[in-house]
Nanobody
Framework: QVQLVESGGGLVQAGGSLRLSCAAS????????MGWFRQAPGKEREFVAA????????YYADSVKGRFTISRDNAKNTVDLQMNSLKPEDTAVYYC????????????????WGQGIQVTVSS
């Protein structure tokens, strides 16, 4: 069992940066790939970024590639999402996810989900 809690969201101007953090409980955290997804108002939830169990492999959606960086610290049971050069279209509720055995971009491959955290980018 893994419980996930996101933090670090908020309001930022376009071009600014935010760092999201996801704290995980459970001894099996390091066994899983981790992902970040987001859901904008009126839209379906979409994949943002994922990282494998060791942190040695990452994958990004084209829309965030070069601007966002996912990282993890297995000693601290955390996975972070550094978001730079934010755009108004990045506004969404961001979710941390765990449970995939390797990097996946589809929701159904992840078993555990955080409650989500709001990120709002003003123009």
């Amino acid at each position: 069992q893994v419980q996930l809690v996101e933090s670090g969201g908020g309001l930022v101007q376009a071009g600014g940066s935010l760092r999201l953090s996801c704290a995980a409980s459970g001894r099996t955290f390091r066994n899983y790939a981790m992902g970040w997804f987001r859901q904008a108002p009126g839209k379906e939830r979409e994949f943002v970024a994922a990282i494998n169990w060791s942190g040695g492999d990452t994958y990004y959606a084209d829309s965030v590639k070069g601007r966002f960086t996912i990282s993890r610290d297995n000693a601290k049971n955390t996975v972070d999402l550094q978001m730079n050069s934010l755009k108004p279209e990045d506004t969404a509720v961001y979710y941390c996810a765990a449970g995939a055995l390797r990097i996946r971009t589809t929701e159904r491959k992840y078993t555990y989900w955080g409650q989500g955290i709001q990120v709002t980018v003003s123009s």
